[in-house]
């Protein structure tokens, strides 16, 4: 009787055994398993700091990269403007009767009261000249293709299409305007320029009228 007593005691003892070193391995492993996710989320949020810092430092290196190239477009849109010409810093703009149409100018092309183009006494045949309207501040690009006008007191004959452009008020037959001399390309420059300019601030996200000329 005191032999199985003895049986059953030390199969007791070593199931405790067992039991105690299955709990303290499966305690361990899941020490072990905490310890490794801990580390591994701690590296995790290192990594994602840094590529953080790393993504700032790229998105600050690209914006000043473009705020570079919005300066450098609009110190060449500068420059492009500092070669206009002022002949008339104001001046008396009139326009041709629409008798004109289909007559020949002075440099032989047919004339059309629907086309950007003006009279001038003394600028060469094909010179391209801004007009502003000095009221409003809005302006024109035509093309010298004739001579005149030949009225006392007026220094240029608008197309009345670019005449119309210049005011709202269709009953005035006189403007004073500002006459200036563009340089070879002018337009197609600026535009390429302007385009540019759009673009990269466009991607920047910035406000063009801090460049506005």
Same mark, same amino acid.
């Given at each position: ?118 009279? @001038? ?6 010179? +391209? %000249?801004? /007009?502003?309207? $000095?009221?409003? !501040?809005? #302006? ?27 005011? @709202? ?6 403007? +004073? %305007?500002? /006459?200036?001399? $563009?340089?070879? !390309?002018? #337009? ?26």
């Amino acid at each position: 009787m005191k032999r199985h007593y003895y049986f059953i005691l030390a199969g007791l003892i070593t199931l405790t055994g067992i039991l105690s070193f299955t709990v303290k391995t499966q305690s361990d492993t899941e020490a072990a398993n905490k310890n490794s996710m801990g580390k591994e989320m701690a590296y995790a949020e290192t990594v994602s700091s840094a590529n953080f810092i790393s993504d700032s430092a790229k998105i600050k290196e690209k914006e000043a990269e473009l705020n570079n190239e919005l300066v450098k477009l609009n110190a060449e849109l500068e420059a492009l403007e500092s070669e206009v010409e002022v002949v008339h810093e104001e001046a008396q703009a009139s326009y041709y009767h629409d008798k004109f149409n289909g007559r020949k100018t002075a440099n032989g092309a047919v004339f059309s009261n629907k086309s950007y183009t003006a009279a @001038h006494k003394t600028l060469p045949f094909g010179t +391209k %000249v801004r /007009v502003t309207n $000095l009221v409003n !501040d809005e #302006e024109v690009i035509v093309e010298i293709n004739d001579r005149g006008p030949f009225i006392k007191g007026r220094q240029i004959d608008l197309s009345k299409k670019a005449f119309m452009d210049l005011t @709202h008020n269709r009953s005035r037959g006189i403007l +004073k %305007v500002k /006459v200036e001399v $563009l340089p070879e !390309d002018y #337009e197609e420059k600026r535009i390429e320029l302007q385009e540019e300019l759009n673009t990269v601030a466009a991607v920047n996200g910035l406000d063009l009228n801090e460049f506005a000329l």
